[in-house]
């Protein structure tokens, strides 16, 4: 199966941005050494900034162990995660703050 890209017009990020945005999340467990440990921790902060801009429950610590997961493993799908992890939203709360994540990721890159 094909998968899409994610639709960011709302954050003026064009799909070729998206990719690069991706890819560099994707190599999240990759990072190693001095400058690996500042692009880790430009993810995570995301995240957590991401997190906490759109969901509002008490279980912000698991939501944010889902999102990372989410945006730094390709074959992580919001079902997987459902079934296995618990998340504790719905399905458009979770896309709404994997949005977010790629429009903040953004900004800090530049």
């Known amino acids: 199966?094909?998968?899409?890209?994610?639709?960011?017009?709302?954050?003026?990020?064009?799909?070729?941005r998206y990719r690069e945005l991706l890819y560099?999340?994707?190599q999240y467990k990759e990072y190693k050494g001095i400058s690996g440990k500042k692009?880790?921790?430009?993810?995570?902060?995301?995240?957590?900034?991401?997190?906490?801009?759109?969901?509002?429950?008490?279980?912000t610590e698991d939501m944010r162990e889902c999102l990372l997961k989410g945006?730094?493993?390709d074959d992580?799908?919001?079902?997987?995660l459902y079934m296995r992890l618990n998340v504790p939203c719905s399905r458009d709360m979770y896309w709404k703050m994997k949005r977010k994540y790629f429009s903040l990721l953004d900004k800090s890159r530049g």
Do not use: C, Q
């Open 1 to 16: 199966m094909k998968k899409r890209d994610l639709r960011l017009k709302e954050y003026n990020i064009g799909r070729n």
């Open 39 to 59: 692009k880790r921790r430009l993810i995570e902060e995301a995240v957590r900034a991401s997190v906490e801009a759109v969901y509002r429950g008490s279980r």
């Open 76 to 80: 992580i799908t919001y079902e997987y």
């Open 71 to 73: 945006v730094t493993r």
């Open 24 to 26: 560099f999340s994707l």
